[in-house]
T-cell receptor, first 114, second 114 residues
Framework: DVKVTQSSRYLVKRTGEKVFLECVQD?????MFWYRQDPGLGLRLIYF???????EKGDIPEGYSVSREKKERFSLILESASTNQTSMYLC???FGSGRFYEQYFGPGTRLTVT | QKEVEQDPGPLSVPEGAIVSLNCTYS??????FMWYRQYSRKGPELLMY????GNKEDGRFTAQVDKSSKYISLFIRDSQPSDSATYLC??????????????FGTGTQLKVEL
C-alpha cells in the first residue's frame, strides 16, 4: 500500500519564521510535488522534483524553496512565513513514466501563519 | 483565463440520482485526462483516467473525453452518500523526460443526500 506521509497535520507559525514541511514516500517514485490548496483556487503547484537534487518551479514558487537530497524525501521551505501563506499544503508522488498520471497524495498539513 | 475550468458547486443530489461533473480546457496538447476524488480532510486519490478521446467505464463511473470540444465529463450512476466528496479533474500532455506535472481544475463539491 503506497504511503505518502507528511510531518505534521497542523502547524501554527509566526510571521517571519522559517518553516519546514517534510514529505516522505515509500514507493520509490521518481516524481514528487508540493501543492497548496485554497478554497476557490483549487490545487496549485508550488514546486516539483523529477529526480534527486532536481527541482522545477511550479505555478506559484515565490516565497518557497525545496530540497530533495534523497529519493524518498521532499522538503518544502518557507523562508520567511507570511500570513498569505496560510493554507493547506499537500505533498504528492508519482512514477516518472508508465502511470505518471497517478499521483499519490499525503494527508496534508494545515499551516496557519499569525 | 485558466487552462482548466471546473464549476465549484456545491452540487446536491438525492441518493440514486445520476450525477454529471464537467471540465473544460484550453490547452490542445492535453492527452491524459484524470478524475481525482477528495474526501474531507484527506488528500485526493485517482478515480479514473482516459487517454485521448473516448469513454471509459468502471462500475458506476463513466469518464468521457471530447477533444474536439475540449470538454470532459464524469458520470456517476446510482449515486450513494459515500460518493459525497470533491471531484477534481486533472490533465497532462504527453510524457516528457523531465517530469510531468498535472493541471488540476478547482474541484466540484458533491453531496449525495439520503
Amino acid at each position: 500500500d503506497v504511503k505518502v506521509t507528511q510531518s505534521s497535520r497542523y502547524l501554527v507559525k509566526r510571521t517571519g519564521e522559517k518553516v519546514f514541511l517534510e514529505c516522505v514516500q515509500d514507493m520509490d517514485h521518481e516524481n514528487m510535488f508540493w501543492y497548496r490548496q485554497d478554497p476557490g483556487l483549487g490545487l496549485r503547484l508550488i514546486y516539483f522534483s523529477y529526480d534527486v537534487k532536481m527541482k522545477e518551479k511550479g505555478d506559484i514558487p515565490e516565497g518557497y524553496s525545496v530540497s530533495r537530497e534523497k529519493k524518498e524525501r521532499f522538503s518544502l521551505i518557507l523562508e520567511s512565513a507570511s500570513t498569505n501563506q496560510t493554507s493547506m499544503y499537500l505533498c504528492a508522488s508519482s512514477f516518472g513514466s508508465g502511470r505518471f498520471y497517478e499521483q499519490y497524495f499525503g494527508p496534508g498539513t494545515r499551516l496557519t501563519v499569525t | 483565463q485558466k487552462e482548466v475550468e471546473q464549476d465549484p458547486g456545491p452540487l446536491s443530489v438525492p441518493e440514486g440520482a445520476i450525477v454529471s461533473l464537467n471540465c473544460t480546457y484550453s490547452n490542445s496538447a492535453f492527452q491524459y485526462f484524470m478524475w481525482y476524488r477528495q474526501y474531507s480532510r484527506k488528500g485526493p486519490e485517482l478515480l479514473m483516467y482516459t487517454y485521448s478521446s473516448g469513454n471509459k467505464e468502471d462500475g458506476r463511473f463513466t469518464a468521457q473525453v471530447d477533444k474536439s470540444s475540449k470538454y470532459i465529463s464524469l458520470f456517476i450512476r446510482d449515486s450513494q452518500p459515500s460518493d459525497s466528496a470533491t471531484y477534481l479533474c486533472a490533465m497532462s500532455g504527453e510524457l516528457t523526460g523531465g517530469g510531468n506535472k498535472l493541471t488540476f481544475g478547482t474541484g466540484t463539491q458533491l453531496k449525495v443526500e439520503l
